[in-house]
């Protein structure tokens, strides 16, 4: 679809929702197969089921799903068959958690609980008040640790702040069952120590865990700056199998990032990698840069509030593009500019796993936006979650973003808070999100001087959908009648419309806003009875 406002606004309706193709069927089998087969906070309750089970359970839940639908279109077609796709993706999703929760089925002769496994093999003290710890209290905490045979393999001393005779405490035990240990969670285990005896502690945890065989780290909250990060060198150093690194409100400067770049030997199984609120900059975040290039397997990328500029930016995009299997990118809260912004449009469309891309406050204007808008709309079939909210969008950019927006049919979280739409670019928005999206739930479209016509026609486009939860459209400029008109609109769901008490009814754009207000309503309103948006076959 062309970009130009003209062209969107023009070209013809041609949606048919029912029957999805064979093709959107198997996407979908495709698509549950993985969401069953990725570790997840519900695979460590319940169990991860082999790449065999989960096709074969993902078959069968597309196949229930698609005849309780298919059903329902015989005896109560409407057409386009849009609740028919909305009862599709409510029983797939209602069938693929109760397979999730189900776990792997039994091996024969294998018995036990689930839960009572799970609560043998992590050990976590970071429960109740957050407090520093000293040797007396170590030695009774961790007493279960010096059981003989325990299972413990996920170690989480989050929360509790180690003084040097607690590490002294700890360093024995650790080391008497650091073969078995696979996940180790340091976050925030050393507040409030003076930075000489906070280096100390974590020399000592470092020493004494070098050679675990983790999959999982996390070292976040620990304001470690390149000492600390070289303070961990003898573990970081060790590790040739991580799938998780959290390096995240760690201080990372340009130093500290190189030197987590030096430190690490491998990141070919790194899957996920978080380094939000640090003080990364452009030439940390080409230290970093040099980090994701590297992992081919990356699925979760958080760079946010990482105050890294355009050549940053650029860097990052480049080395983004080696990770073709990325299902999550968050990198909010930047200073990437349009320049980053189209840079990162051509990684973009390499993310066919794509699912949630969280890219707010990155002064990417309608150039940037446009361009990535364009990039999605080719990639990420399955995308679930799209916030570019703060980034000076205005109309010209909205039509690129509602042909975007149109094709994601899977999409529940749409934040676009904080940009220049105007009535037009809400209207655009609007009927982008008005046929299909039957799994929608939250839209945020607050703070960007909409008026009347704009905020109806984002009510009418959600009001009805099953499930919807939030609109937001707080902050414009609607008219005490636009406010009234979209309370009646959601008077039977008041619950579903956030709060109005930010919005302005004399906001003005220029001079002649107030005079021009009513014509400006009737132009806007015919604009929206005859706006088409075509859904590509």
Not at 36 to 56: D, H, M, V, W
Not at 175 to 194: C, M, N, W, Y
Not at 519 to 529: G, I
């Amino acid at each position: 679809m062309e970009s130009g406002t003209q062209t969107f606004q023009h070209r013809p309706l041609s949606v048919k929702l029912w029957p999805p193709s064979h093709s959107t069927r198997l996407m979908l089998v495709e698509r549950m197969t993985k969401n069953l087969t990725t570790p997840s906070i519900f695979s460590r309750k319940y169990g991860l089921l082999s790449n065999e089970e989960a096709e074969e359970d993902a078959k069968k839940i597309e196949e229930l799903a698609f005849a309780t639908a298919d059903q329902h279109y015989k005896k109560e077609p409407d057409g386009d068959g849009s609740s028919a796709v909305q009862i599709y993706a409510k029983e797939s999703s209602r069938l693929m958690l109760e397979v999730i929760k189900r776990g792997p089925t039994a091996k024969d002769g294998e018995v036990g609980d689930k839960t009572t496994a799970l609560q043998e093999t992590v050990f976590d003290i970071s429960g109740g008040r957050r407090a520093f710890i000293d040797a007396e209290e170590a030695e009774e905490l961790l007493k279960p640790l010096r059981e003989p045979g325990n299972s413990y393999t996920k170690i989480c001393f989050s929360n509790r702040s180690f003084g040097l005779d607690a590490a002294n405490v700890a360093a024995p035990i650790l080391s008497s069952i650091k073969d078995q240990l696979t996940e180790v969670d340091l976050s925030d285990f050393i507040a409030g120590r003076p930075e000489a005896e906070a280096l100390d502690v974590m020399n000592i945890f470092s020493s004494v865990l070098e050679g675990c065989q983790l999959r999982y780290l996390n070292l976040s909250n620990n304001a470690l700056g390149e000492k600390g990060v070289r303070a961990f060198e003898a573990l970081l150093k060790s590790q040739n199998n991580l799938e998780e690194l959290y390096l995240m409100n760690d201080g990372i400067s340009e130093e500290a990032a190189k030197a987590v770049s030096e430190l690490i030997p491998s990141t070919e199984k790194l899957k996920v990698l978080h380094f939000h609120n640090n003080m990364t900059g452009d030439e940390g975040a080409v230290a970093i840069s040099e980090i994701v290039k590297r992992s081919h397997a990356l699925e979760d990328f958080r760079c946010s509030s990482t105050r890294v500029g355009a050549d940053g930016g650029v860097a990052l995009a480049e080395a983004l593009t080696t990770c073709t299997h990325l299902k999550k990118l968050d990198l909010r809260d930047n200073m990437f500019g349009v320049e980053a912004g189209v840079s990162l449009s051509r990684a973009l469309s390499l993310f066919a796993d794509l699912t949630e891309v969280y890219l707010s406050y990155l002064n990417l204007e309608d150039e940037g936006a446009e361009a990535l808008a364009n990039a999605l709309k080719e990639s990420a079939p399955s995308l679930e979650v799209l916030e570019m909210a703060g980034n000076d969008i205005t109309a010209k950019g909205a039509a690129s973003l509602a042909a975007c927006i149109v094709s994601k049919q899977f999409l529940t979280k749409l934040n676009l808070a904080e940009n220049e739409f105007k009535d037009e670019g809400a209207i655009f928005i609007a009927q982008a999100l008005g046929e299909g999206h039957g799994q929608l739930n939250e839209v945020d479209m607050s703070t960007n001087a909409i008026r009347r016509a704009g905020a109806r026609a984002l009510a009418q486009a959600v009001v009805n959908k099953p499930g919807f939860k939030l609109l937001n459209i707080n902050g414009n400029f609607i008219s005490d009648e636009g406010i009234d008109e979209v309370k009646e609109l959601f008077k039977s769901s008041p619950d579903m419309l956030g709060p109005l008490d930010e919005n302005d009814p004399e906001g003005e754009d220029d001079e002649d806003a107030e005079d021009g207000d009513a014509e400006h309503e009737d132009e806007l309103e015919s604009k929206l009875k005859g706006l088409k948006i075509e859904q590509e076959e």
